[in-house]
């Protein structure tokens, strides 16, 4: 029941992208995934063949998995693995409110031994910035425990040596500024052009920055016309560039009260009219997964994955070859995981966190 041998057989169309080449700086990570691939030393590398989610189409034509079982014995579970790695939106919290029962959980698994790491697809914050928000939710969560893909788009291009010569134009908010700042990137663009506007009158012709050589886009809440004409200009006109998405969610919880539109929809915009498609490093992405995995040595069959997301978090568990458990408590409903039109089943599958608790107290 608990065996991550199989994968779900997912038709991603692929396109050619000019993307640098990770193996050099990633030996440990990245080798793997591209059997044969000659190291390059130059930053712009021949194309190397990615699908639109970073996803190597090592996946394809596997068996399907069977279905999801609902989660019994959760002392059987936590035993298994070593690792627990949550998302937060939607199994930690929705929106600024904690989910009940998450704090007991998480001391539980702490006093068992079990190392626990959180990763959202939330590029809004900063690793320190999460950090205070568990905190001012009254979560005891270090840093180091901490994975956003705001630092994910920082660590990838500090894993192809990105020259630092080269700047990055953001379109996104103020937790992917802080993790290129940290990671000693120039960056351009991001909360700064909210109030920039296009005047369009015959003959304008809008300038950009050419030595931009990635644009990176997240989710922002500030979206505007002047962001996207200046990220496609970017990505057409400056030689290699490149285009990397912090994720592809469609929605995200602004709120407890209802869904919002996610980052997919600001990487659609910039895909649309440069008719590319992005690097995503965020989830279902195996980036973070590799990166996690080499920095805590983690063994992946010890690892397991609690999201409330099929195509993100239950995916991104799969494609790393860990357990998954997927939880009720956020986007995804029971009629959605069990409907004929769903190829994604996780492992296990059950309310929400806290019943870890209860199925325990259950099995006493």
């Not at 994975?147 to 080269?166: E, H, T, V």
């Not at 700064?192 to 030595?211: A, R």
């Amino acid at each position: 029941m608990l065996s991550s041998s199989s994968r779900v057989s997912h038709s991603i169309p692929t396109a050619t992208l000019n993307l640098p080449n990770p193996i050099r700086f990633l030996p440990q990570i990245l080798c793997s995934c591209f059997p044969g691939q000659k190291r390059k030393t130059s930053y712009f590398s021949n194309p190397v063949k990615w699908n639109s989610r970073m996803e190597v189409s090592r996946t394809a034509n596997l068996p399907t998995r069977a279905s999801a079982q609902p989660l019994k014995n959760a002392d059987e579970l936590i035993d298994s693995v070593e690792t627990f790695i949550f998302d937060c939106d939607g199994v930690i919290w929705k929106g600024d409110s904690l989910i009940d029962g998450v704090p007991e959980t998480l001391d539980m698994l702490r006093s068992r031994g079990k190392r626990l790491v959180f990763v959202t697809n939330n590029s809004t914050k900063s690793r320190k910035q999460y950090g205070k928000k568990f905190e001012t939710l009254g979560l005891s969560v270090s840093e180091e425990e901490i994975f956003a893909s705001s630092f994910a788009a920082a660590a990838y291009l500090k894993s192809i040596n990105f020259p630092k010569d080269k700047k990055v134009y953001v379109i996104g908010e103020d937790g992917i500024l802080k993790e290129l700042e940290l990671a000693g990137f120039e960056y351009l663009g991001g909360p700064t052009d909210v109030e920039k506007k296009i005047e369009l009158k015959p003959g304008f012709l809008m300038e950009h920055d050419e030595s931009v050589g990635a644009v990176v886009v997240g989710f922002d809440r500030y979206f505007n016309y002047y962001k996207i004409q200046y990220g496609t200009l970017c990505i057409r006109e400056n030689p290699g560039c490149l285009f990397i998405a912090t994720n592809r969610d469609a929605v995200t919880h602004l709120t407890d009260a209802q869904e919002w539109a996610g980052g997919g929809s600001m990487v659609g915009a910039i895909s649309g009219s440069t008719q590319r498609e992005p690097l995503v490093v965020g989830k279902p992405s195996t980036f973070m997964m590799d990166y996690l995995s080499n920095k805590f040595g983690i063994s992946k069959s010890q690892i397991c994955m609690v999201g409330d997301r099929l195509d993100t978090d239950i995916l991104f568990g799969q494609n790393g070859g860990c357990k998954t458990l997927l939880v009720l408590s956020g986007v995804t409903t029971l009629s959605k995981l069990q409907s004929p039109d769903n190829s994604i089943q996780p492992d296990l599958y059950t309310n929400k966190i806290s019943d870890f608790l209860a199925l325990k107290a259950a099995a006493v």
